[in-house]
């Protein structure tokens, strides 16, 4: 996947191609840190990439931009299901020179 | 040409968005520039009416009209010159970045000496001081539009 937006830099800047394993979360859930890949709340056909700010006690994920400051996320749209989670996102194929795992 | 060629056949077709709802260009110096020059027609509106006053009877409805206008006029300067003060400080905070300052390594003392300025418009009445505010400010203006690729036309 290309990242397109602001909101996760500086660990990932717009442009990065990204792999995504879609198959990370089938035997576990998210954990806090870890980079996912979920549907926008509020318009399902949009993807997001932000990451695990906290798991709440239902099993709920809060969501954040690792910029705060130009991230839209849980503080607007809340809580996301673990369930609604596409895949996590792990390896940065570009650019060549940050080739390598993202965490 | 042919790298070009490779690499759009590798391109992944989707994207994921790290989204903001909030655009980078909500901000913008008009306001800022707007206050300084308010700020500077005040001081000028000011300097009239305080040479109306010498003209007319001390203690008539004349001079009572006049010391009115003059001190709704510094009322409007020291609001300006304040708003002024905050356009900057959102500008300064929220929207320039490290990657900027890199750039312009002068931003901080650019800022820093236009909020100064700002204060000594509303302790002053000054023509040079709010002319030396609006400058300040057009150049902090400068940089922001040079961070944006130029100005809008």
Request: charged letters at 30%; proline letters at 6%.
């Amino acid at each position: 996947m290309i990242v397109v937006g602001e909101s996760m830099r500086p660990t990932l800047e717009p442009g990065d191609w990204l792999l995504v394993d879609p198959d990370a979360y089938q035997r576990r859930a998210p954990r806090a840190r870890e980079l996912i890949v979920a549907p926008d709340p509020r318009d399902p056909a949009r993807v997001l990439v932000k990451r695990v700010a906290a798991v709440d006690l239902d099993g709920r994920l809060l969501l954040a931009g690792d910029d705060r400051e130009a991230s839209t996320d849980s503080r607007t749209f809340g809580a996301v299901e673990a369930g609604a989670v596409q895949g996590r996102a792990w390896f940065r194929v570009r650019p060549l020179g940050r080739f390598g795992p993202v965490r | 040409m042919l790298r070009e060629r490779i690499l759009a056949a590798l391109a992944p077709r989707r994207t994921v968005h790290a989204h903001c709802d909030i655009p980078c260009g909500i901000y913008d110096p008009h306001g800022a520039e707007i206050a300084a020059k308010t700020v500077s027609k005040m001081v000028a509106l000011i300097q009239d009416g305080w040479a109306e006053g010498g003209r007319v009877e001390p203690g008539s409805q004349a001079d009572l009209e006049v010391r009115n206008k003059v001190i709704r006029c510094v009322k409007v300067k020291e609001e300006h010159a304040e708003l002024c003060k905050r356009e900057l400080q959102v500008l300064w905070s929220d929207y320039f970045k490290p990657e900027h300052l890199e750039k312009h390594p002068d931003l901080h003392d650019r800022f820093w000496k236009a909020l100064k300025q700002a204060g000594k418009c509303k302790q002053s009445v000054d023509a040079a001081a709010a002319a030396e505010l609006e400058a300040q400010v057009a150049r902090i203006a400068d940089v922001f539009w040079e961070t944006k690729g130029g100005r809008p036309s």
